[in-house]
């Protein structure tokens, strides 16, 4: 799901990105769903998931090694 991105969106990069500008992750809150985006490429889009979705993401990427 894609939905369009309101005109200010206030991205946050991930505190796991480090200062190398590495792998380098930022998500907004877009109200009922959570917005992802690498911060090296925003031009490029994003993915937009449900709250629930994203937080199963998130605890799936949690139990990998």
Known sequence: ???PEPVH??????????ANEGNCVE????NDHIAIRD??????GHLTLTRRNF????N????QP
């Open 1 to 3: 799901m894609n939905i």
């Open 9 to 18: 969106t206030p991205w946050r990069k991930s505190t796991y990105s480090g």
């Open 27 to 30: 998500i907004a809150d877009l």
């Open 39 to 44: 911060s090296k490429a925003p031009e490029a």
């Open 55 to 58: 937080a199963a993401l998130v």
């Open 60 to 63: 799936h990427l949690a139990r």
